[in-house]
Every structure is written in structure tokens, then in C-alpha cells.
């Protein structure tokens, strides 16, 4: 397991990329990106906000979206973080719920 300041830095870096991804994407749509800490996504119609957060103590982000929770871990192969059931990324798991959310496809 990583350690904690590892966590921390790897977390800020795939946080602070996704943000800005996001804030990319969000150009002329409509939803909403904001990051201090915990990373959130709202929409405008239909309402909704999705919550991207670290969690330091087990090393895994948390993804609140669409009434579901996700947990994610680092994989070291793919030098990100993951879904271990399925392998999606961080950045596939909330560009498909984005997506899902605004019914259209969305890059990130």
C-alpha cells in the first residue's frame, strides 16, 4: 500500500487534471465543475451533482453519481486510479456518467 503523502500527491494530480478536463467540457454545456479538496460536478437540467473525493485513510477515491457509489484504487500499471471489478479509470467513470447525465457524449 502507498503511503499516505504518495496518496495525497497522486490523488491532487488525477483530481486537478479531471478538473480541468472538466472545465474544458463544460464549455457551452450545461454543468459545472469545482475543485477544493473534493472534486464536484452540477448540472443544471435536470439537476444533479456528482461528488469525486480522496479518501486517505484506505487510499481510494469515491465517486457519488447518479444515487451510486464508486470506489477506486490505485493501480501502479496503468499509473491511475480504478474501478478493480470492471478496470475503468477514474477519468472513463465520470466521463460516462457525465455523459449519461447530460444524454450526449462527452470527451474528457
Same mark, same amino acid.
Do not use: C
Given at each position: 500500500?502507498?503511503?499516505?503523502?504518495?496518496?495525497? /500527491? /497522486? *490523488?491532487?494530480?488525477?483530481?486537478?487534471?479531471?478538473?480541468?478536463?472538466?472545465?474544458?467540457? @463544460?464549455?457551452?454545456?450545461?454543468?459545472? *465543475?469545482?475543485? &477544493? &479538496?473534493?472534486?464536484?460536478?452540477?448540472?443544471?437540467? #435536470? #439537476? *444533479? +451533482?456528482?461528488?469525486? @473525493? #480522496?479518501?486517505? #485513510?484506505? /487510499?481510494?477515491?469515491?465517486? $457519488?453519481?447518479? $444515487? +451510486?457509489?464508486?470506489?477506486?484504487?490505485?493501480?501502479? @500499471? +496503468? @499509473?491511475?486510479?480504478?474501478?478493480?471489478?470492471? &478496470?475503468? $479509470?477514474? +477519468?472513463?467513470?465520470?466521463? *460516462?456518467?457525465? $455523459?449519461?447525465?447530460?444524454?450526449?457524449?462527452?470527451?474528457?
Amino acid at each position: 500500500m502507498m503511503d499516505e503523502q504518495d496518496f495525497k /500527491r /497522486r *490523488a491532487d494530480e488525477t483530481l486537478n487534471s479531471l478538473y480541468n478536463d472538466l472545465i474544458t467540457a @463544460s464549455d457551452g454545456d450545461s454543468f459545472e *465543475a469545482d475543485y &477544493g &479538496g473534493a472534486l464536484t460536478v452540477e448540472f443544471e437540467d #435536470p #439537476p *444533479a +451533482k456528482f461528488v469525486v @473525493s #480522496p479518501n486517505t #485513510p484506505v /487510499r481510494q477515491i469515491w465517486v $457519488s453519481a447518479h $444515487s +451510486k457509489s464508486y470506489k477506486l484504487d490505485w493501480d501502479p @500499471s +496503468k @499509473s491511475t486510479f480504478v474501478l478493480l471489478n470492471s &478496470g475503468q $479509470s477514474l +477519468k472513463e467513470l465520470l466521463q *460516462a456518467a457525465v $455523459s449519461q447525465q447530460l444524454h450526449k457524449e462527452i470527451n474528457l
